[in-house]
């Protein structure tokens, strides 16, 4: 067991002839010797898992302040790529508008030219059948008039010279 301070402070020699006994006084010493020695490699030993752990920990640190740092680059990143998804979405979005008027506008023409085409269409079948209906009452007039008669009676004489011939 190793000598505490209490038990060096405590520690009495016996007296012999010139003093204290050589012998126990030396034996003590290396004790002593020997558990300081000890002190000192464990001291030793614990000065170096501490600077083993400061290291770790200064590394852990670093590592934090890196992984920190990452995270605010991230999060500064992820912000960035919204904003540029919101304004790419706008742009989309006003593009699309742009598109939808402009194929409602071309629709909207189209159909006003397919509506004119519908009035001249029918204006000129109205012109049509307004000449057609002239052009036959003219001709069912002329049927009706009296040169077809005059024709008539001239055809009918003919027929009746040829069956006499």
């Not at 505490?4 to 520690?11: E, M, Q, R, Y």
């Not at 030793?44 to 400061?54: D, F, G, T």
């Not at 290291?55 to 640190?61: G, K, N, Q, T, V």
């Not at 629709?107 to 307004?130: H, P």
Request: glycine share 0%; aromatic share 6%; proline share 1%.
């Amino acid at each position: 067991m190793p000598l505490s301070p209490l038990d060096i402070h405590n520690k009495e020699f016996s007296r012999a002839f010139r003093g204290y006994d050589e012998d126990e006084v030396d034996d003590f010493l290396e004790r002593v010797i020997q558990d300081y020695e000890a002190l000192i490699r464990q001291n030793k030993e614990l000065e170096a898992q501490i600077e083993a752990l400061n290291e770790r920990l200064r590394h852990f640190e670093n590592l934090e302040e890196s992984l920190s740092k990452a995270i605010l680059v991230a999060q500064e990143t992820a912000e960035e790529v919204k904003a540029n998804a919101r304004k790419e979405a706008q742009l989309i979005i006003k593009e699309a508008e742009k598109n939808a008027d402009r194929i409602v506008a071309e629709a909207l023409n189209r159909s006003r030219k397919i509506a004119q085409e519908i009035e001249d269409v029918q204006r000129n079948a109205a012109i049509f059948r307004a000449r057609f209906r002239s052009l036959l009452q003219a001709q069912l007039e002329m049927l009706d008039s009296a040169d077809w008669e005059w024709f008539d009676r001239e055809t009918k004489d003919l027929t009746s010279v040829e069956s006499n011939l």
